[in-house]
Structure formats: C-alpha cells, structure tokens
C-alpha cells in the first residue's frame, strides 16, 4: 500500500473526505483540525540501524545532491552546537512504541539519462527503487527531477512512502544469507520547482490556494530542493512510523494522517493558516529556518506530532 503525501499546503483536508485519490488541491478547503490522535494499530515499524540509499532519476546539480544527502546525513548525526537540530527532530520518532530507527545515509545511484522515460506510473517508482538492492536494513529513495512526470504528482501528492518485496539473490550469492525475502520499505519524491512549486514547495513559493502571504526565502537557496527536503522529511517519519500500513495513523488506512501529515502547515510555533509560524532568519541572506545539521547547513522541518504529549512538536 502506497501512502501517498500531498503538502496540502496551509490546507486541511476534511476528514470526511476518504480515499488516497480525494486528497486533490480542488478539493481542499479550510477546516478546524481535528483533534489528532494517532493510533498504533501495533504493526511492524521500522527500527534499529537503517542505511537510506538514494537514486536520482533525471539530471541534479552536485550541489542540489549535496543539500539532500547533508539532510540524510544529519537524521542520526551527532547535534551540532547550533541547536535546534535535525537530528533533535528526527529524535521524536522514537517516541513511538517500540522505536526507534537510526537513519545513516547510504550509496547514491544517478541516472540522469532517465532509463524508464520521462513519465513514470507508481510501478516504475517500485521499480526504480528495487535498484537499490533494498532489504529490511535499508530504506530506498527515489527522487525525480524537475521535467520528470509522475503519475499523480501535484494533482494528488507530492511524494509517496510505500513498500514492495524484495526479490531474493542467486542462492549462494554473497546477499543471501542477509537480503531475503522481505519487504522493503521505500519513498519517492519529486522535485516540483517547474511542475508545482505552489503546492509542493511551500513555504518557499507563493501558495496556489489558500491564504495567500510573500513566500520565505529557501536556506539552501533552491526552492525546488529546500521544498524536497520538506516532502522527504515528512515521507522518511512516515516510513518508519507506518511502513506497511499498520503502524501509527488516524483516519482511514487508504488516506492516513501520519506522524508529519497530522500537523500540515507548522514548522513554528503559533502556526496558522498561511503562516508557517515563528522561525530563526538568517541575517545575511533572509532566509527562514529551524534546524541545523551536518557542517552547519541549515533547513526548514516540519511539524512532527509527539505521541507523549499527543501535541505537533516543533523545534522553534
């Protein structure tokens, strides 16, 4: 079962609006949030020690890479002495019963000649992600450049976390012994600077429903991949908190509130619809923020509920 994540923007989508394929733009609407309480319906999560490959399918700057591979990296890394940190974030998922999943960054593959065409269903995403010779010691992440079309992508979501098996090795082979047969778990994401940045890139980009306010400027200087580090985020907590669709989630299991998706819209404190909330500026650049990671690199997280206080924790 895919769990597909649709930014929402500062949107809140009617619980009574049921089905993976309601959450569109066209039917989003203001509402009162509903009061959140995710429930462990006590299948298997994600924990332990889990290496996050990534594949980047179509063409990436180095630095673009590096912004999203500095992210991964910063999941379990040591807290810099800025604070707040990523990884002070990422802490909050071992709150949930029986965490918690240390995320290492693992190998990169590149294919920038788009080996499966431009347009790709959710079978070519499974597909992509299977190259990464996954295994339950793994989580694989697909993340599609800006021309690359995906089924469903801006119309109904921003990115997905799903899993699929894992094919097993030649008997004998090296990985046999470890990969299996199992299930793995892996996330897609798509960088929507040319295809829908007002839906998948907000905060960074002006917002195409909904109240409308000057968008903030991007910490790493690229709205396309600061908006990715937003959706990957989101998908990553929802993948170990729910990696195969009977983990922690309120709401019907086809169109889940996860640990992220429950707090849609709020990165800060005093979060409101069209505000992101209270957030630290750099004074040299202007741009907004709210965590620190490796090497300093800063990015913006968004609001994760905490299953001790049955609040939308955020780190500012």
């Not at 800060?268 to 505000?275: D, Q, R, V």
């Not at 709210?290 to 609001?303: D, H, I, K, M, S």
Request: with cysteine; charged share 10%; hydrophobic share 45%.
């Amino acid at each position: 079962m895919a769990h597909r994540y649709h930014s929402l923007l500062v949107l809140l989508l009617a619980v009574a609006v049921a089905g993976a394929g309601a959450a569109t733009p066209r039917q989003l609407f203001l509402v009162t949030q509903p009061a959140v309480t995710l429930t462990n319906h006590h299948g298997q999560l994600l924990t332990g020690n889990h290496s996050v490959n990534l594949l980047w399918y179509g063409r990436f700057t180095t630095a673009q890479r590096a912004t999203v591979a500095d992210f991964v990296a910063s999941l379990s890394s040591p807290a810099p002495a800025h604070s707040p940190s990523v990884s002070s974030w990422w802490a909050t998922t071992a709150r949930y019963h029986p965490g918690a999943a240390r995320l290492a960054l693992g190998r990169q593959v590149l294919d920038p000649s788009l080996s499966l065409g431009r347009r790709l269903s959710e079978a070519d995403l499974a597909s992509l992600a299977a190259r990464l010779a996954p295994h339950r010691g793994s989580v694989a992440v697909v993340i599609t450049a800006p021309d690359v079309l995906v089924d469903g992508f801006c119309l109904s979501h921003c990115g997905l976390h799903a899993s699929a098996s894992a094919a097993a090795p030649p008997k004998g082979s090296p990985r046999a012994a470890t990969r299996g047969r199992g299930r793995f778990a892996y996330v897609w994401v798509g960088d929507s600077s040319e295809q829908c940045a007002g839906e998948c890139a907000w905060p960074f980009h002006q917002p195409t429903y909904g109240p409308q306010a000057p968008p903030l400027v991007a910490p790493n200087a690229d709205v396309g991949m600061d908006g990715v580090v937003i959706n990957l985020a989101t998908l990553l907590a929802g993948a170990v908190t729910n990696p195969y669709g009977g983990g922690y989630f309120q709401g019907p299991a086809e169109a889940p509130l996860e640990a992220v998706t429950a707090c849609t819209g709020v990165f800060g404190a005093g979060a409101y619809p069209g505000y992101p909330g209270q957030l630290s500026v750099d004074a040299a650049t202007g741009a907004s923020f709210n965590a620190v990671g490796v090497a300093g690199r800063r990015f913006l997280l968004p609001a994760m509920w905490d299953p001790k206080t049955s609040q939308c924790f955020t780190l500012v």
